[in-house]
């Protein structure tokens, strides 16, 4: 009795530690301004179902698809065995549903072994292949100690929590065999079953191996999920919010400001009524602030796989920019806004901003708008959107802009065209041919 009341209180307090992280997420996220993403539900489901669910987007890269399904599948599923780990630490049963599931109980812990293997196979492959491998788009000049470390926490976690699972079950299976009391005959273990000559045939120390395991991986799995909203691993449960409110425009279709484009309608038509626009909205965005919500919650999805880097034509020719850093960037800022609220309220002002202290203008002009990045995501996080949003502010509201910009905006307004060439002289090359 006394163990389950353990339990009870290691369980209430995890979820309810869980459950505080995440609204404080979710407060973050709604600092953002507004943004519609109510429309089109059916091919947003579409969307979220293929993205997410399916993991379409990562078959570009073959091997880290198959990888990550084995980890995607295997915890997935496996977390199904925690339900009945709650049940039998609450009521102090063991393997509850064995009865009522009858033989179909024998092929779920058959496949949830084979699946724990997959997974112990994946994650390994991915610490070699940040670790040993060292591959190229794991590094850069935003993955400092912490991302690198971060990882690696993640990955071994996942190795220390498979074998916790795959011991208990052998301990398990070795108790069932010596006829222990409680340990009823239920299971079938085709992994585990091979590390049975590892295990000592002490009735003692075999109880003493699957306890240890069963604690060890049901507080492993509490711990995992309170280290989620301090991790990039926190994609595990944003990714399917955030491909539900993707953007379904065309890629490369820039929204228009309300307040300019009340201006300009307004010139063409002296009868034409304004669309409401916040007070004291800015032009463009200095700070998280004056992005949309979806941008913040495209921070907090990011998993820093550097997808979105490794295609970036201007990261590729030696350009400061790093779309994997913009994000990361952002969600920092978040963070650390959201920290300095609870710590002295919402309207404190700490003197930093987004643009400047974190994201440098270099970086925000270097971007070529291409959308490899949004395209390369396989969460379709947007990260043009944050740096369009940068560059309306430094124009809009500083009139700051590289010269060669400076040049291409004059042009425009004297010859209704980028170029420095006069309407009438456009033709000029084509009149000897």
Known sequence: MILQVIFLIIS??????????????????????DLDRSDRPAERMKTMLKVAFGQSKMVKKPLAAVLHLFVYVGFVIINLEVLEIIIDGLFGTHRIFAQ???????????????????????????FARRNILKIKRFTGTEMTDWPRSDANIILIVEVLLMTAFLLMNAADQKLQQLGSAHYINAGTFPVSGLLLALL??????????ERFCWWFHIIGIFG???????????????????TWYSNLEPKGKFSNMASVS??????????????????????????????????LMDAYTCTECGRCTSVCPANQTGKLLSPRKIMMDTRDRLVEVGNTIDKHGKDHQDGKSLLDNYITREEIWAC????????????????LSIIIELRRFAVMEESQAPASINNMFSNVENNGAPWKYAAVDRMNWAEND
Do not use: Q
Not at 100 to 122: N, Q, R, S, T
């Open 368 to 383: 070529t708008t291409c959308n490899a990045c949004t395209d390369a995501c396989p969460v379709n996080i947007d990260p």
């Open 262 to 295: 009340n201006e300009v309608k307004a010139m063409l038509d002296p009868s034409y009524v304004p669309e409401p626009v916040a007070e004291g909205s800015r032009f463009g965005a200095k700070d998280i602030h004056d992005l949309t919500w979806k941008s």
């Open 100 to 126: 009522p599931l009858g033989a179909i109980y024998d092929v779920l812990i058959a496949g949830f072994e084979i699946l724990a293997a997959l997974v112990l196979i994946g994650v390994i492959a991915f």
């Open 224 to 242: 995992f999920l309170n280290y989620l909203p301090y991790s990039k691993h926190l994609h595990i449960i944003m990714a399917f919010p955030n």
């Open 12 to 33: 209430a307090a995890a979820i309810t530690l869980f459950s505080l992280n995440v609204r404080k997420i979710i407060r973050n996220i709604k600092l953002g301004k």
């Open 200 to 209: 000592p045939d002490s009735e003692s120390s075999l109880l003493l191996i």
